[in-house]
């Protein structure tokens, strides 16, 4: 990760940094790189960490990779899967804002997360965002779903706009402008995210989906090039400018923000929305700069809900 | 466009300049950049053209243009679903090595190519692919299919993964490496796009694709980080220094493409294979780098035609 990119991920924690450490369920820390990404964001106080999981082997991982844990609350559980359990029940009680994934799998930790019974389930779909750094367009760019959802239905996409439009506001785009993209900006009745595209802009219309601007469908140079869009005489105020990119399905989340990471010198940070409380799904690769940004987002996130609830 | 990537798309131009030039039928040139493209390439020796049409449209835009089309040979066609036809008639008879689209509608070209009866249809399906000139990768990236086959089954998978092969070989890639994506590197029942990569692999051990090696599924970092795939712990001879990736589908391949294009300073070139001739599916928002390498894609791939069939 090149110098800018990071600088624009680091911005994200000093908006965080105006708000409350956020209390934080690091669920399974029983390695190097989840024991460092809980105290570099311990460290800047934009989270509290409440360690989730068998105490003996988080007090072994701390000591033999000489990170203090001192002070910091340990909720005791047996094994990945029950410590997933317990994570939600400490959100559920309002004891934590935010789930932190440790080196358990992915699997295990979502499992617990989109439970009927012990998760955090709301009346939306859960969905990931990614906020990205790339060096050659405006900061932020959100990315979603490039990491959940791996063929979302109509009524999972309409979530997923609402998730990303409330978190690109909650990072400080005032009106953000979403672009559902597609293989081309025509209504192609072979293509359905085309189809699906166009009955997203008509729920925004009907203000099934609210807080942003919403056009599509669009082939990602018309979403985010200017000379593009001219070049093909496209009349919409999303064209060229979005802040908000709608992947058809997880194949081409997935493979644009990777390519745009590896190829493109770009920062990702990523998160889960949707939930009662967001969920921080880091992998081995992540960047300290990608983890902190993780973590500032869900600052951001639980001080947007907090706002719009008292507003209410 | 930076210089770094006009630079390798033009060396496809100089590759090409070793062969005669082939004979090009340019169908419907009746604007200033499809002239244009036309006679960059004539200019450069890569082409001969063939310019079919409505003979008095075309030299009304050539005059307009400031073009000379003098020594040209044209054939006359009625509209464009005539021209499209015409000049796949000049390649069935051997006459034209190449088709280039003009102003006509992709639609209407592509319509008559793969018509079961006046097109040009082999024992291959067809697909499209794209040579990337990434800066911040090796040369060539072949990307395939970003702009043909929608949403491609099994057995058209199969012909992206050969007619990319025999590109990459004819652009002097001694022994392309193939890696098929999808979001994830494991097999997984949830997302076909993983279990068509399984099933290509086996292909390719049974002979049924020949002449690179073959993986997958990827996600995009296994397939062109080496440092990606250290952390992940991947062995495979694909891994992190994949020439070809195969997109799977049209959205996936697409938003790529662009996106690169867009956000990674990179450059593309596209040819359609798999049929008698190449053909040159420029657009509007091509770079002139873009269209003489398309030309010479065209070149190399009937050169590289030849020779097998002489080799047999």
Redesign the interface.
């Known amino acids: 990760m090149n110098a800018t990119s990071s600088n624009r991920l680091y911005s994200l924690v000093e908006q965080a940094k105006k708000f409350p450490p956020l209390k934080t369920a690091v669920v399974c820390p029983y390695d190097a790189v989840s024991l460092e990404g809980m105290a570099d964001a311990a460290r800047e106080g934009i989270i509290i960490p409440v360690l989730v999981g068998v105490e003996a082997r988080i007090r072994a991982a701390a000591e033999k990779n000489n990170i203090s844990i001192s002070g910091y609350e340990i909720v005791p559980a047996q094994d990945d899967k029950s410590s997933a359990v317990q994570a939600c029940a400490l959100a559920r009680e309002g004891k934590v804002g935010a789930l932190m994934k440790g080196s358990l799998h992915t699997d295990d930790l979502m499992g617990a997360v989109v439970d009927r019974n012990v998760g955090l389930r709301t009346n939306r779909r859960m969905s990931h965002v990614f906020a990205m750094d790339?060096p050659?367009?405006k900061w932020p760019l959100l990315i979603t779903d490039?990491a959940l959802n791996?063929a979302p239905d109509l009524e999972t996409k309409r979530s997923i706009c609402q998730n990303a439009i409330d978190l690109a506001k909650d990072l400080g785009v005032a009106e953000p402008k979403i672009a559902i993209?597609?293989?081309?900006e025509l209504v192609n009745p072979?293509?359905p995210?085309t189809l699906e595209a166009a009955c997203l802009c008509k729920m925004a219309d009907r203000g099934q989906i609210t807080g942003g601007v919403l056009d599509g469908p669009f082939?990602?140079?018309n979403a985010?090039?200017p000379e593009?869009v001219k070049?093909?005489g496209i009349k919409s105020p999303v064209a060229g400018v979005a802040d908000i990119l709608i992947?058809?399905?997880?194949?081409?989340?997935?493979?644009?923000y990777?390519?745009?990471?590896?190829?493109?010198?770009?920062g990702a940070a990523g998160i889960v929305l949707g939930g009662r409380v967001p969920v921080m799904l880091t992998s081995?690769?992540d960047t300290p700069a990608a983890r902190l940004g993780s973590a500032a987002m869900a600052v951001l996130t639980m001080a947007g809900q907090k706002a719009r609830q008292s507003s209410k």
Do not use: Q
Request: overall charge neutral; charged content about 15%; hydrophobic content about 60%.
């Open positions: 790339v050659s367009y490039a791996i993209l597609g293989a081309t072979a293509m995210a082939a990602i140079d985010i090039s593009a070049i093909k992947m058809p399905d997880i194949e081409a989340g997935n493979i644009i990777k390519g745009l990471v590896y190829l493109a010198a770009s081995r690769a």
